[in-house]
């Protein structure tokens, strides 16, 4: 008897759910665009805020190239150009990647690359204002499973005396979603 009441309960409150268009496993995001700005990695001082964790959503200190793995994505200026550098460009393993969007504005780039080929993991990427980036951070462990997270970056400013670079950056709060942009 009550092992069919439970079923009973159970199948009522999904018919309910159904019927009202709800989806209790599914996950929803709302944009939320930042501007954050990054020291190039290569200043003297120590302790500057030179790395981004993008699923956090908080800029990181680093002692040195190889301190710690909390991070996604760190700036440098090498050869006369400012560069990104995914953990992998200075051995850390990292699943941290980059990717390359041309022809898009921040808010035209609706999709990250299905295709993994297009993710630079372990080399540096040349920092320009005309391409859209996307970042897809290190693995994180997520509801159900273990989880990449996408997102967009647009460079708004570089600062060669500084040694700074300022950009605006969304990222998908969504396990494995390649989408840019919130659902309508």
Request: glycine share 6%; aromatic share 10%; net charge negative.
């Amino acid at each position: 008897m009550k092992i069919r009441n439970l079923v009973l309960v159970i199948v009522a409150s999904g018919t309910l759910l159904a019927a009202c268009g709800d989806d209790p496993f599914a996950f929803s995001w709302v944009a939320n665009p930042d501007t954050v700005e990054l020291y190039v990695l290569s200043r003297p001082e120590t302790n500057l805020l030179s790395a981004f964790d993008f699923f956090s959503r908080i800029p990181k200190r680093l002692e040195a190239p190889t301190t710690g793995d909390l991070w996604d994505l760190t700036v440098d200026y090498r050869d006369g150009q400012f560069v990104w550098l995914p953990p992998g460009a200075l051995g850390i393993s990292s699943d941290a990647g980059l990717a390359t969007l041309e022809g898009h504005t921040f808010e035209t780039a609706e999709e990250a690359p299905a295709d993994t080929a297009r993710y630079v993991t372990d080399a540096p990427i040349p920092i320009s204002f005309d391409p859209i980036y996307v970042i897809r951070t290190r693995l994180h462990q997520g509801t159900f499973s273990v989880c990449n997270y996408y997102g967009k970056i647009e460079v708004l400013e570089t600062d060669s005396i500084v040694g700074t670079v300022r950009f605006q950056f969304d990222v998908n709060r969504i396990c494995n979603s390649r989408d840019l942009v919130p659902p309508d």
